[in-house]
């Protein structure tokens, strides 16, 4: 039997019959309503807002919640659901990390049951939709280090700052936003709306265009003790909740990567140069045969993880090494395949411009490549070198 060059190793008979149908689903979904519009939307630099409700009635929004109108299913169905969302294209896979990870995740793990049950139903179905303020314009590597800050008066908390680089920030109704208080750093939700507190596009990006990224800014803000999430205090709730991200993006970026081989392998199967196909050529080959080995890896990789993070025993620095791998990966095939279609591989239509350019980003935001491999090493050595 031929092997598959996406499924080198066979992994889809070890996927359980809810993980094969949740892949096809979202997989069908991406083929028919994404792909033909991306390239447009990507050039015009618009986020395709109207397929939205059609990732919430398919359960895409917080799918691995239990309860709050939410999927629940296993992690390694999530991650296939990023993997096929990403094929498409980074900037649909980001709205879903963010609404689903970055936003719904917190509100389950650090809210209150009243906030719970405002906002995750609502969020579940699209109706609400989340963004998550954590960067700021003088360094996104150290949050420890952030100047947004909220002061307690009385029942109430006054947050002043701005936040730098967030996406869906100018179409989120409700922002997570992280500040510094006398007592560590604490977690707020941030109602469009709410007096002092404003956000603006961020424009002329050359990568994830067709998603929004925004500036952030509160001014003398007050926020309700009741927006405050109860339980996260500490720098490490953020970054739980960036773990969960980051787990997402290590299975998305393997989609990229499957969409930049396939239109690699099959333009040079066509492509006829020095009276034969290019696949005929040995160097073609080779460089065809490595783009699968790394998908490979990367496949065994997050399959792996996804089995750990299932049986509540992955480590986040787990995470950190398949996301500096599967980022590093995705962005060296999208660039290679961007090189095998020629010049023909600078277009619009031909989707390992546009992956790569969007990895760019990929490999920058939710810790970049430096950080990961510094998590890492530490790990390792037992000392922090950041
Ligand atoms: P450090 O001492 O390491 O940690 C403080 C506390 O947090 C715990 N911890 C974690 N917990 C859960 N998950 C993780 N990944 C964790 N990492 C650390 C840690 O155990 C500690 O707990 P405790 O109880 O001892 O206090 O803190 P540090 O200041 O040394 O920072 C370490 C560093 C550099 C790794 C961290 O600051 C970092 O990860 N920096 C990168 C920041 C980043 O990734 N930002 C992403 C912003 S969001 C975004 O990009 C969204 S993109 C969305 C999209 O469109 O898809
Ligand atoms: P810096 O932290 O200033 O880093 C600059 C360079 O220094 C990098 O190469 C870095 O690797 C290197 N560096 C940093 N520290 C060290 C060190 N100790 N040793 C050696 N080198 C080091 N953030 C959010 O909070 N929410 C979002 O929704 C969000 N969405 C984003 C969407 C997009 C499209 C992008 C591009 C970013 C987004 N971010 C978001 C921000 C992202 O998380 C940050 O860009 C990222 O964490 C890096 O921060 P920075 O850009 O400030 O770079």
């Known amino acids: 039997m031929a092997l598959e060059a996406t499924d080198f190793y066979r992994l889809q008979s070890s996927l359980n019959s809810d993980e094969r149908q949740i892949q096809e689903l979202v997989g069908r979904w991406v083929?028919?309503?994404?792909?033909?519009?991306?390239?447009?939307?990507?050039?015009?630099?618009?986020?395709?807002?109207?397929l939205v409700p059609e990732m919430a009635e398919m359960g895409l929004f917080g799918p691995t919640i239990q309860g709050y109108g939410c999927a629940g299913l296993n992690n390694v169905a999530y991650g296939l659901i990023m993997q096929e969302l990403e094929r498409g294209d980074s900037g649909v896979r980001s709205f879903a990390s963010?609404?689903?990870?970055?936003?719904?995740?917190?509100?389950?793990?650090?809210?209150?049951?009243?906030?719970?049950?405002?906002?995750?139903?609502?969020?579940?179905?699209?109706?609400?939709?989340?963004?998550?303020?954590?960067?700021?314009?003088?360094?996104?590597?150290?949050?420890?280090?952030?100047?947004?800050?909220?002061?307690?008066?009385?029942?109430?908390?006054?947050?002043?700052?701005?936040?730098?680089?967030?996406?869906?920030?100018?179409?989120?109704?409700?922002?997570?936003?992280?500040?510094?208080?006398?007592?560590?750093?604490?977690?707020?939700?941030?109602?469009?709306?709410?007096?002092?507190?404003?956000?603006?596009?961020?424009?002329?990006?050359?990568?994830?265009?067709?998603?929004?990224?925004?500036?952030?800014?509160?001014?003398?803000?007050?926020?309700?003790?009741?927006?405050?999430?109860?339980?996260?205090?500490?720098?490490?709730?953020?970054?739980?909740?960036?773990?969960?991200?980051?787990?997402?993006?290590?299975?998305?970026?393997?989609?990229?990567?499957?969409?930049?081989?396939?239109e690699a392998f099959q333009f040079t199967s066509l492509r006829q140069l020095f009276g034969a196909p290019l696949t005929h050529k040995q160097a073609v080959q080779i460089r065809l045969a490595d783009m699968v080995r790394q998908i490979t890896l990367a496949q065994l990789m997050v399959l792996q993880l996804g089995r750990l993070k299932d049986a509540g025993e992955m480590h986040h620095a787990q995470v950190s090494l398949a996301k500096w791998n599967n980022c590093r990966m995705a962005l060296d095939i999208a660039r290679d395949a961007r090189d095998l279609l020629g010049a023909g591989g600078i277009v619009a239509e031909c989707c390992p411009i546009r992956h790569a350019l969007n990895l760019e980003s990929v490999i920058t935001y939710e810790g970049t490549e430096t950080i990961h491999q510094l998590i890492v090493g530490r790990e390792l050595t037992g000392v922090s070198a950041f």
């Open 98 to 262: 963010v609404q689903s990870g970055l936003c719904m995740y917190p509100i389950l793990s650090y809210g209150s049951e009243e906030q719970r049950n405002r906002y995750l139903p609502k969020m579940a179905k699209g109706e609400l939709i989340g963004c998550f303020g954590l960067t700021e314009p003088d360094g996104g590597s150290d949050p420890g280090n952030m100047k947004t800050r909220a002061v307690q008066d009385g029942d109430k908390w006054i947050l002043d700052g701005a936040k730098m680089w967030i996406t869906n920030g100018d179409i989120a109704d409700v922002a997570v936003v992280w500040a510094t208080t006398s007592e560590g750093i604490m977690g707020f939700l941030v109602d469009r709306g709410t007096n002092g507190f404003t956000t603006r596009e961020i424009k002329h990006k050359f990568s994830l265009r067709a998603s929004i990224t925004s500036e952030l800014f509160f001014e003398r803000c007050i926020i309700p003790d009741s927006q405050r999430l109860p339980t996260a205090r500490g720098l490490g709730a953020p970054l739980s909740c960036l773990t969960q991200a980051r787990y997402g993006i290590c299975w998305g970026a393997i989609g990229a990567a499957i969409a930049c081989y396939r």
């Open 31 to 50: 083929d028919e309503r994404v792909l033909p519009i991306i390239a447009d939307c990507f050039e015009a630099g618009r986020f395709p807002r109207d």
